[in-house]
């Protein structure tokens, strides 16, 4: 009697027990609310904070890009007034799809603006291609992309400035130039060492497609950097080739590719090896010595291994030097190597990975070999 406490089954003529269950699960509620609208309301404060630095920065000129980077925006107007109006005197280089201008920008940055020719249809494909691969690769051999400008008749690419420029021009243009024996294995590992990261070392095999002496440049540390992606291919899913209708520059594409428009990093590698016999020979693919009979890669061969002095750079091997057997030891190694890579079926050319490898021995032996002489 009474006890208001006293509660228990109905059979017992006393008031029923309240449920503890739901009166904890209300004071877990009572608690859980509050909590949540405080981690709400932060959560908004945050991306309002956000938004509105977003919001400076682009004010500022700046732009973000789908990998998080911030970009530099630039306009027509800034790149026009970067090279004087394009003018001749600051062209670069120019090519099927576009020219390059020195050029200054505001800030004082020295660099390389690539105007795509629209007036071509690939000039629009040349562009988006490039962008895509440029926009995602970062090597020490590769040229940088610093941000592009692309309007409904005008596209442009603002690249960093090599200032020695193409290792064709240094191999041709200047006489009173030369390259030495370890400046060329160096260009050429540098080559080799952006070949291996296009193909092994980013997410999608990239292949080259158009590897030249004049889409290497060359900066003032003589660091190559390999350039010009128009025509590149990305080998996507579990694809070791592709086919193409573009062509590449004739003398260095594979010959898969010329017959069938076969793209595959063996391709770059037989690329690779033209370069390689042209550095040490200074002979260019499409020299006049070379006919449908003859060409640079079975000049090289023909004289493998008994007669390769012959055919060396003239500036690089002569018999009163007092290295003589050892520069043509390492010049001889490394037109074998030439070889490999150049072999007519793709199976049998070597890939990136032992052709860095090969180099490495190479250049190792030689400065062993000159240090003890």
């Given at each position: 009697?009474?006890?208001?406490?006293?509660?228990?089954?109905?059979?017992?003529?006393?008031?029923?027990?309240?449920?503890?269950?739901?009166?904890?699960?209300?004071?877990?509620?009572?608690?859980?609310?509050?909590?949540?609208?405080?981690?709400?309301?932060?959560?908004?404060?945050?991306?309002?904070?956000?938004?509105?630095?977003?919001?400076?920065?682009?004010?500022?000129?700046?732009?973000?890009?789908?990998?998080?980077?911030?970009?530099?925006?630039?306009?027509?107007?800034?790149?026009?007034?970067?090279?004087?109006?394009?003018?001749?005197?600051?062209?670069?280089?120019?090519?099927?799809?576009?020219?390059?201008?020195?050029?200054?920008?505001?800030?004082?940055?020295?660099?390389?603006?690539?105007?795509?020719?629209?007036?071509?249809?690939?000039?629009?494909?040349?562009?988006?291609?490039?962008c895509e691969v440029l926009c995602n690769i970062r090597h020490r051999n590769l040229v940088k992309i610093i941000t592009c400008c692309s309007n409904l008749d005008f596209k442009a690419l603002?690249?960093?400035?090599?200032?020695?420029?193409?290792?064709?021009?240094?191999?041709?243009?200047?006489?009173?130039?030369?390259?030495?024996?370890?400046?060329?294995?160096?260009?050429?590992?540098?080559?080799?060492?952006?070949?291996?990261?296009?193909?092994?070392?980013?997410?999608?095999?990239?292949?080259?497609?158009?590897?030249?002496?004049?889409?290497?440049?060359?900066?003032?540390?003589?660091?190559?950097?390999?350039?010009?992606?128009?025509?590149?291919?990305?080998?996507?899913?579990?694809?070791?080739?592709?086919?193409?209708?573009?062509?590449?520059?004739?003398?260095?594409?594979?010959?898969?590719?010329?017959?069938?428009?076969?793209?595959?990093?063996?391709?770059?590698?037989?690329?690779?090896?033209?370069?390689?016999?042209?550095?040490?020979?200074?002979?260019?693919?499409?020299?006049?010595?070379?006919?449908?009979?003859?060409?640079?890669?079975?000049?090289?061969?023909?004289?493998?291994?008994?007669?390769?002095?012959?055919?060396?750079?003239?500036?690089?091997?002569?018999?009163?030097?007092?290295?003589?057997?050892?520069?043509?030891?390492?010049?001889?190694?490394?037109?074998?190597?030439?070889?490999?890579?150049?072999?007519?079926?793709?199976?049998?050319?070597?890939?990136?990975?032992?052709?860095?490898?090969?180099?490495?021995?190479?250049?190792?032996?030689?400065?062993?070999?000159?240090?003890?002489?």
């Amino acid at each position: 009697m009474a006890n208001d406490g006293l509660c228990g089954a109905s059979r017992l003529q006393i008031p029923p027990c309240k449920n503890e269950s739901r009166k904890a699960h209300k004071s877990i509620w009572r608690y859980l609310i509050p909590s949540v609208s405080v981690i709400a309301i932060v959560v908004v404060l945050v991306m309002i904070e956000l938004l509105r630095t977003r919001k400076v920065k682009l004010d500022a000129g700046m732009t973000l890009l789908p990998n998080q980077e911030i970009w530099r925006k630039v306009t027509r107007l800034e790149l026009s007034r970067a090279t004087d109006g394009f003018k001749e005197d600051n062209l670069l280089g120019s090519g099927s799809f576009g020219s390059v201008y020195k050029g200054t920008l505001s800030d004082g940055k020295n660099v390389a603006v690539k105007v795509f020719n629209l007036e071509m249809e690939e000039g629009f494909k040349t562009f988006d291609n490039e962008c895509e691969v440029l926009c995602n690769i970062r090597h020490r051999n590769l040229v940088k992309i610093i941000t592009c400008c692309s309007n409904l008749d005008f596209k442009a690419l603002v690249l960093e400035y090599i200032p020695r420029g193409s290792l064709d021009k240094l191999l041709y243009l200047d006489d009173e130039f030369c390259l030495n024996i370890l400046e060329r294995l160096n260009i050429m590992i540098d080559i080799a060492s952006a070949l291996e990261y296009l193909h092994c070392g980013y997410s999608t095999p990239i292949v080259h497609c158009d590897l030249k002496p004049s889409n290497v440049l060359v900066d003032d540390d003589m660091v190559a950097h390999v350039t010009d992606f128009g025509i590149s291919k990305l080998l996507h899913g579990d694809n070791s080739m592709t086919q193409t209708m573009t062509l590449a520059t004739m003398g260095y594409m594979a010959p898969e590719y010329g017959l069938d428009g076969i793209v595959s990093r063996r391709g770059d590698v037989y690329s690779y090896g033209i370069i390689l016999m042209e550095v040490f020979t200074r002979k260019k693919p499409t020299d006049e010595m070379f006919t449908r009979e003859m060409n640079l890669r079975q000049w090289v061969e023909n004289s493998f291994p008994h007669s390769v002095a012959q055919i060396i750079d003239v500036k690089l091997l002569w018999t009163e030097d007092r290295h003589y057997v050892i520069k043509k030891d390492c010049i001889s190694s490394v037109m074998e190597l030439a070889i490999a890579c150049c072999a007519t079926s793709p199976e049998q050319r070597i890939d990136t990975k032992n052709i860095m490898t090969t180099l490495d021995k190479i250049k190792k032996k030689f400065l062993k070999n000159v240090g003890q002489n």
